[in-house]
């Protein structure tokens, strides 16, 4: 592909991105995405097969960005299985405010899928929630926390996710450090441990 195709690419999937996020995914026509990227409506099928494809790609690379950038940020901890936790936590909640379309249209479009992308993507959820709930788990091991129900206590941890990237603002009251690490210590009480910071 060449250096402009690439370029193409990624306005495509930037204009599709906020006009899902602005008007719906059903809402938005392929002839609308073309006009914002400036070309005409017959040469997107140069870049993409159809509509349900660049949803299936917008919520597919959010997956694998959420993905590695928790895993990379689990390379980064020789510590604890706590601290791993907190890593991955920090990570997870960063992400999320710094995300607030591609989440929104995660969250409200999957119903647009048809059965293959669909499981596609809910695939990826499945890999995500399993990383989340061994840690979980592993911290259990380590501290001897009571958990209640591991799997319960992912899902809070992917809702407050969610969560914040619907009232996060960059510029607003609160930092995101101080978010982050806020929702940090609420989740290690959630998990009945302690926060040492």
């Given amino acids: 592909m060449t250096r402009g195709g690439a370029r193409t690419n990624v306005a495509i999937r930037e204009a599709a991105a906020s006009l899902f996020y602005e008007h719906g995914y059903e809402a938005t026509s392929l002839r609308t995405v073309a006009s914002e990227v400036g070309i005409q409506v017959g040469s997107l099928y140069n870049h993409i097969s159809g509509k349900e494809?660049?949803?299936?790609d917008i919520m597919v690379s959010v997956m694998d960005e959420l993905l590695d950038a928790v895993n990379q940020a689990l390379v980064g901890v020789d510590g604890?299985?706590?601290?791993?936790?907190?890593?991955?936590?920090d990570c997870h909640i960063r992400?999320?405010?710094?995300?607030?379309?591609?989440?929104?249209?995660?969250?409200?479009?999957?119903?647009a899928l048809s059965d293959g992308d669909l499981e596609l993507v809910l695939a990826k959820r499945a890999e995500y929630e399993r990383?989340?709930?061994?840690?979980i788990k592993d911290v259990a091991k380590e501290t001897g926390a009571d958990i209640l129900d591991a799997k319960l206590q992912t899902y809070s941890i992917l809702a407050q996710g969610a969560h914040v990237s619907s009232w996060y603002k960059p510029g607003g009251p609160k930092s995101l450090d101080k978010v982050v690490n806020t929702y940090i210590k609420m989740a290690l009480r959630q998990l009945g441990v302690e926060s040492d910071s």
């Fill in 131 to 135: 990383l989340l709930q061994k840690l």
């Fill in 53 to 56: 494809e660049l949803l299936t």
């Fill in 80 to 89: 604890s299985a706590l601290d791993r936790f907190k890593a991955a936590v």
């Fill in 95 to 111: 992400y999320h405010a710094e995300h607030a379309r591609e989440t929104f249209i995660g969250n409200t479009e999957l119903r």
